[in-house]
């Protein structure tokens, strides 16, 4: 376990996780993706929801401490995608899977990883001049794990620019390009955040997990398949209130 992410299960019914680690940025190391992927594994079975969001100036700058830095230390492709790919994708995956609606406040910058976890959540509120980006190849690296994450929030030709190009954009941009939902003036932004966490609590977990499980499982579905699954999941949720 790690001091530097936060989790707490609150009396709404909402798991609260908080990156601590603003001396860095918020960059996310091992300890702290395996501690926000076992929250999520972990999750409460009454929980209605997961809020990220972070300390300090920073969302999250991306990724430290990734691969070693002894370069007589040799890794093959199958260590490397053991230690150091598979950990992140699962906490996307877990993320993206998660039975619950993922609601995150970003400000300042979600670089790399910290677009990836905006992107992931279902409700992601940005700061307006926060800065998204994604420069893994300032470093020759293919960022092919953010794209994963952001692939299907962001149109194809916005997801390339990000990456080819590496440009910053503000938080109206990026919720122009879907990876955010809303955008708040910067002094605004925990407000607005617990607004939506308050409205969001009033409805019944099993109402918003139904929500939740359209959302994941929709996009990967044809339209018949979606009508079925979506009654199915609302006579679920139904028959689960009313029991």
Same mark, same amino acid.
């Given at each position: 376990m790690t001091d530097a992410v936060?989790?707490? /299960?609150?009396?709404?019914?909402?798991?609260?996780i908080t990156l601590a680690a603003p001396e860095h940025g918020n960059a996310l190391d091992g300890a702290m993706a395996d501690a926000m992927l076992q929250a999520v594994r972990e999750l409460p079975e009454t929980a209605k929801g997961i809020v990220l969001t972070s300390e300090g100036a920073d /969302?999250?700058?991306?990724?430290?401490?990734?691969?070693?830095?002894d370069p007589s230390v040799k890794l093959t492709a199958i260590d490397i995608r053991k230690k150091v790919i598979e950990p992140i994708l699962d906490l996307y995956q877990a993320l993206r899977n998660a039975p619950v609606p993922i609601f995150?406040?970003?400000?300042?910058?979600?670089?790399?990883?910290g677009a990836a976890l905006a992107g992931l959540a279902d409700v992601a509120i940005a700061a307006e001049d926060a800065q998204f980006t994604i420069p893994e190849m300032n470093h020759d690296i293919a960022p092919t794990l953010v794209m994963t994450a952001l692939v299907e929030r962001m149109p194809r030709n916005a997801l390339a620019r990000m990456v080819i190009t590496r440009d910053a954009i503000n938080g109206r941009e990026a919720q122009a390009l879907g990876i955010v939902s809303m955008v708040a003036p910067a002094?605004?932004?925990?407000?607005e955040l617990a607004r939506v966490r308050k409205t969001a609590a009033t409805a019944s977990a099993p109402t918003l997990r139904a929500v939740k499980a359209f959302l994941t499982a929709s996009g990967e579905t044809s339209f018949a398949t979606r009508r079925d699954y979506a009654a199915m999941v609302n006579a679920a949720a139904m028959a689960e209130r009313f029991r």
């Open positions: 936060r989790v707490n /299960f609150a009396a709404d019914d909402i798991l609260e /969302f999250c700058a991306g990724r430290r401490g990734g691969m070693p830095r995150a406040a970003v400000q300042g910058r979600a670089a790399g990883v002094a605004k932004l925990s407000e």
